[in-house]
Each structure stands twice: as C-alpha cells, then as structure tokens.
Nanobody, 128 residues
Framework: LRCSCSAGGGLVQAGGSLRLSCAAS????????MGWFRQAPGKEREFVAA???????????DSVKGRFTIARDKAENTARTVYLQMNNLKPEDTAVYYC??????????????????WGEGTLVTVSS
C-alpha cells in the first residue's frame, strides 16, 4: 500500500497559488487520514494539513491557516485522492511537500506525527 504523490509542485512568485494532488493505492481503510507534510532545506519535516475519510475533520498548522485548503474526494472509489490548494504563497512556504496517510484523526496526527505511509515529495519553490 503506497501513497504516490502526483503533479502540482513548481515555481511560483510570492502571492501566487499552487494545487497539489495525491492519489493513494490500495484499501481505503488504511488511509483514515490523508495529508501533507513539508521539509524546507536544513529543517525538519513538519505537519501542514490533514483531512479525515469523508472530509469532515480537518486540521491545519498555524503557519498555513487561512491560506491553504485541504480537501478529499468523498466518493468511495476516489476517496484515496487528497488535494492541497495553496494560496497567497510566501517564500517561507518553499519546501519539498510530502503526501502521507495515517490511521489516526487529523488532530492526533498533528500532535503525534504517527504516519503510516509516505509518498514521494514534490518541490514547491516560492520566489520573493
């Protein structure tokens, strides 16, 4: 069972927008929560946002609240797909973004970093 991160990264000017998407494979119950982490050069990987199966429970890191929106397909056959709409990007958002999944709720995932599966990263570069 793997998360495979699809296209969406790239170079954008500050204030611009990007949309990341990630489609996981395998059995859906393994992906109760899906979300995104990021790792900037020289820094540790950090939680960005997560959403539960069905989309009813979401959690965002303070640094992205009000600018990023996470969403997940609700149909059973596409509920393995998660999106991250990133608006009003800032240079400090520059990082490799990783799609991931967890068996815990979004808030517990934020608090514990209990990640089950990682996808490959995609680079987001925000120029000033």
């Amino acid at each position: 069972l793997r998360c495979s991160c699809s296209a969406g990264g790239g170079l954008v000017q500050a204030g611009g927008s990007l949309r990341l998407s990630c489609a996981a494979s395998g059995r859906i119950f393994s992906y109760y929560s899906m979300g995104w982490f990021r790792q900037a050069p020289g820094k540790e990987r950090e939680f960005v946002a997560a959403v539960s199966l069905g989309g009813g429970d979401v959690y965002y890191a303070d640094s992205v609240k009000g600018r990023f929106t996470i969403a997940r397909d609700k149909a059973e056959n596409t509920a393995r797909t998660v999106y991250l709409q990133m608006n009003n990007l800032k240079p400090e958002d520059t990082a490799v973004y990783y799609c991931a999944s967890s068996g815990v709720s979004p808030y517990v995932w934020f608090a514990s970093y209990a990640t089950d599966y990682w996808g490959e990263g995609t680079l987001v570069t925000v120029s000033s």
